[in-house]
């Protein structure tokens, strides 16, 4: 007989999940699926199977069922067609959940209908994000309308950045609206819901008054889900200890809150089924409270599956009820499957179940810290590639400070909730209780600093790719048959091979050269064979933090935490706002730091940074060279002490050659800079002094793609192959101008504009080189 057969139902439904999400047509599922019948009526025929696996027989339909289910989940609603990127719109729609952010709220509506100007049609949307700046403030159940702006969420652009439309997606969110004007349609509100939102405020109230502001942050995250309050440095001191999970709602709350809940009824003698159900219903109201993230709905199912299977006499397993939860999330939504929130939550619950009985039945736990640590070892083995994919940095010593924070955090919980709720009632009381939560967060805090100053705390592996993720799952599966089947302790190997694979850093080939979507501004990264890496500008001037949303997430998803030349062209704002943010980054070394040697003072806030951050500050001029290996960089511009009138006139130009490779970076190059260039490329040709006789191969055309820049003289000297575009989608300057593309399309050079393709990555030999263009 074959043992949970949820377990094999989950990977079925998941199977046809997957084969949805890589677009294969419907008709090729019945390939597998005649096969997997075929297969099961054979091995009946053959009497390996019983009339008790007749389970097997469902698969193909479990496939089918994740197949069709995931296609109706990735269709776009009607409206992605009517409106490109943003839209004024009236809308109507009912509130399901209001959260508070730190500039205001977010009402959750449900049940839209959408007007665009101009249109008489309604488009029903299921799900909308309507932020207010908090004027008025609505019930749950409310219907409003709202006059104001919708936009699509954003598409993620970049290497190892925020893909801001999947994650909404995955919560059927469709759009989000910035809100000029609401108006209560129909005041009918759900009492129900305007109890647990008023429980909420008087707790988040109560916190703020009986605790500091900082540790009020921390308790309102972690009872109750709300991270509006949340410090950002703790939010990011946890996360580089590998604790961050303490903040999220999770299992360890709905069973606290639950069995409390559970024991107080049974000690009333209310009985097994009375007990049960107000349990469970205390349970849904609490994950009501907290949002309901992807672990709290694996929580109460898995902790609906345990309440019931005591009360049927049945015994609980744990895989069976993790894979019944896994099916119950994923039917809803099978995109949760590409969540971070679920694959960690359900990640780590499957190591525990799986790792830690071989680690117990390799080296017996004869004490609750060894315990400890084999369940945390458990669940970090599991979770590894999930962390590295969707964070790059690996915590090297989580699984020590976890034993140490971990077996507080019951402890944590229940203080914090006596807390708020006796803080409600009567302060005094509260204040008394907060002290003993405050405690256990200040040792909290104290610990994850040591952490972040051992050497080697934080390892940047960046994110690996599909093969090393199977190889290394093959090899956790190589030690739990080896362990359950033989015990033997060799297969502890298998685990180290497993780590060594996932975290051994790949080779470098060649000269890779990535020029970054960073909207309206500039970012060209370089990286040789030697790892020797270079920005060139890094800055935007309309996305908010582009060095913290964009530079830094595509340097930590390629492996790289340091930059060892960070070139400047020029001191405007779409040139340096996210550079000034990575030397500031801890998580980022900036070594050198080099900006163009001119009569003037725009560099002054830049070179006070440098120093206080200790990077090295050096100056380049024309005829400077950088030589690394087979790479040669030499500044063709602005000529040391000449007096600019412009900015951009004196942009920093960057002759790029790497074998017969040749690239030329020009920022912002203007008017009077660019004659100088042209006066310069000319003397190299007369002198016969040019490397490039026949041209570039790559122009980062200047001052993203202005017409009064890159003229006829210019281009005809350069002669790029590809010309790359470097702007924002729809931005207020009109780049890229309609004349400089006409005169790149005369002088034949492809033209590549990285708000239409993403990222653009060159990887070269020096003789070959091979384009890649992000959204493509």
Same mark, same amino acid.
């Given at each position: 007989?074959?043992?949970?057969?949820?377990?094999?139902?989950?990977?079925? @439904?998941?199977?046809?999940?997957?084969?949805?999400?890589?677009?294969?047509?419907?008709? #090729?599922?019945?390939?597998?699926?005649?096969?997997?019948?075929?297969?099961? #009526?054979?091995?009946?025929?053959?009497?390996?199977?019983?009339?008790?696996?007749? @389970?097997?027989?469902?698969? $193909?339909?479990?496939? @089918?069922?994740?197949?069709?289910?995931?296609?109706?989940?990735?269709? $776009?609603?009607?409206?992605?067609?009517?409106?490109?990127?943003?839209?004024?719109?009236?809308?109507?729609?009912?509130?399901?959940?209001?959260?508070?952010?730190?500039?205001?709220?977010? +009402? #959750?509506?449900?049940?839209?209908?959408?007007?665009?100007?101009?249109?008489?049609?309604?488009?029903?949307?299921?799900? &909308? &994000?309507?932020?207010?700046?908090?004027?008025?403030? +609505?019930?749950?159940?409310?219907?409003?309308?709202?006059?104001?702006?919708?936009?699509?969420?954003?598409?993620?652009?970049? $290497?190892?950045?925020?893909?801001?439309?999947?994650?909404?997606?995955?919560?059927?969110?469709?759009?989000?609206?910035?809100?000029?004007?609401?108006?209560?349609?129909?005041?009918? #509100?759900?009492? @129900?819901?305007?109890?647990?939102?008023? &429980?909420?405020?008087?707790?988040?109230?109560?916190?703020?008054?009986?605790? $500091?502001?900082?540790?009020?942050? &921390?308790?309102?995250a972690m009872v109750l889900g709300e991270k509006y309050l949340l410090d950002e440095d703790i939010k990011n001191l946890y996360q580089d200890n590998g604790i961050s999970h303490i903040l999220a709602i999770s299992g360890l709350h709905i069973s606290i809150v639950g069995a409390a809940i559970y024991h107080i009824l049974k000690k009333l003698k209310l009985g097994l089924y009375v007990s049960t159900v107000l349990s469970l219903a205390f349970v849904y109201c609490y994950g009501i409270l907290t949002n309901f993230s992807v672990s709290t709905n694996r929580a109460v199912v898995m902790y609906t599956v345990m309440l019931v299977a005591n009360l049927l006499g049945k015994t609980f397993d744990l895989l069976s009820a993790l894979s019944l939860s896994a099916f119950i999330v994923l039917l809803k939504n099978p995109l949760q499957l590409f969540h971070a929130g679920f694959l960690l939550s359900f990640g780590a619950v499957l190591g525990i179940a799986l790792v830690f009985p071989c680690l117990n039945r390799l080296y017996k736990a004869k004490n609750s810290l060894l315990n400890g640590l084999y369940v945390s070892v458990g669940a970090q083995f599991f979770t590894l590639p999930i962390v590295l994919y969707y964070f790059f940095q690996l915590p090297v010593y989580s699984v020590l400070i976890n034993i140490l924070t971990v077996p507080l955090s019951s402890l944590l919980l229940f203080i914090s909730l006596a807390a708020g709720l006796s803080g409600i009632i009567y302060s005094f009381a509260g204040i008394f209780l907060a002290g003993g939560a405050r405690y256990i967060l200040l040792f909290y805090e104290a610990v994850c600093r040591l952490g972040v100053k051992l050497p080697y705390s934080l390892i940047t592996v960046g994110r690996p790719d599909g093969i090393r993720i199977i190889l290394y799952y093959l090899m956790v599966f190589l030690f739990l048959t080896g362990v359950n089947k033989t015990g033997k302790k060799k297969f502890v190997i298998a685990l180290a091979a497993a780590v060594g694979i996932l975290v051994f850093p790949e080779s470098r080939e060649g000269l890779t050269v990535t020029f970054l979507d960073v909207g309206q501004g500039d970012a060209v990264f370089m990286e040789t064979e030697k790892g020797t890496t270079f920005l060139i500008d890094g800055g935007s001037m309309d996305v908010d933090r582009v060095g913290v949303y964009r530079i830094r997430p595509f340097l930590l998803s390629r492996g790289i935490d340091h930059i060892d030349y960070a070139i400047v062209t020029h001191a405007d704002k779409d040139h340096i706002s996210g550079l000034t943010e990575l030397i500031k980054d801890p998580r980022i070394t900036v070594s050198n730091l080099i900006l163009p040697k001119v009569n003037m003072n725009n560099y002054r806030e830049l070179e006070i940074l440098a120093e206080k951050y200790q990077v090295n500050t050096m100056y380049i001029k024309a005829g400077d060279c950088i030589k690394e290996g087979m790479l040669e960089i030499i500044c063709l511009h602005p000529v040391e002490g000449y007096g600019y009138s412009s900015d951009n006139a004196y942009s920093t130009v960057l002759s790029v050659s790497y074998v017969d490779f040749d690239m030329l970076l020009t920022g912002d190059l203007e008017a009077e800079g660019e004659e100088l260039v042209v006066a310069k490329l000319k003397n190299n040709l007369s002198n016969e002094s040019n490397s490039h006789p026949d041209g570039y191969e790559i122009l980062k055309v200047a001052h993203h793609g202005s017409r009064y820049s890159t003229g006829e003289e210019f281009l005809a000297l350069v002669n790029p192959k590809i010309s790359i575009i470097s702007c924002g989608k729809n931005n207020r300057y009109g780049h890229p101008h309609k004349e400089l593309v006409e005169r790149l399309a005369e002088a034949e050079s492809e033209v590549i504009i990285t708000y239409e393709s993403g990222a653009v990555t060159i990887n070269t030999d020096g003789e070959k080189m091979m384009v890649n263009e992000y959204k493509k």
């Open positions: 007989m074959i043992k949970r057969p949820l377990l094999w139902g989950i990977g079925a @439904f998941i199977g046809g999940i997957l084969l949805a999400w890589k677009k294969v047509p419907l008709p #090729y599922l019945l390939i597998p699926a005649c096969f997997g019948w075929l297969l099961t #009526y054979l091995l009946k025929y053959q009497k390996f199977l019983n009339h008790k696996d007749n @389970f097997l027989w469902c698969l $193909p339909f479990l496939m @089918f069922l994740g197949f069709l289910a995931m296609n109706d989940q990735m269709k $776009p609603p009607d409206l992605d067609f009517a409106f490109e990127d943003k839209a004024s719109c009236v809308l109507t729609g009912k509130i399901d959940m209001i959260v508070r952010k730190k500039n205001g709220l977010a +009402y #959750y509506l449900e049940d839209n209908l959408v007007t665009l100007p101009g249109e008489e049609k309604k488009y029903p949307v299921e799900k &909308i &994000i309507v932020y207010t700046d908090g004027g008025n403030e +609505y019930q749950a159940g409310n219907k409003i309308t709202v006059t104001g702006s919708i936009y699509k969420f954003s598409q993620n652009t970049n $290497p190892g950045g925020f893909n801001e439309h999947l994650y909404y997606k995955i919560q059927n969110i469709s759009y989000k609206v910035y809100s000029e004007k609401i108006s209560l349609t129909d005041s009918g #509100y759900s009492k @129900f819901r305007k109890i647990l939102y008023e &429980i909420k405020n008087r707790l988040i109230n109560a916190y703020m008054q009986i605790i $500091p502001e900082k540790e009020a942050g &921390i308790l309102t």
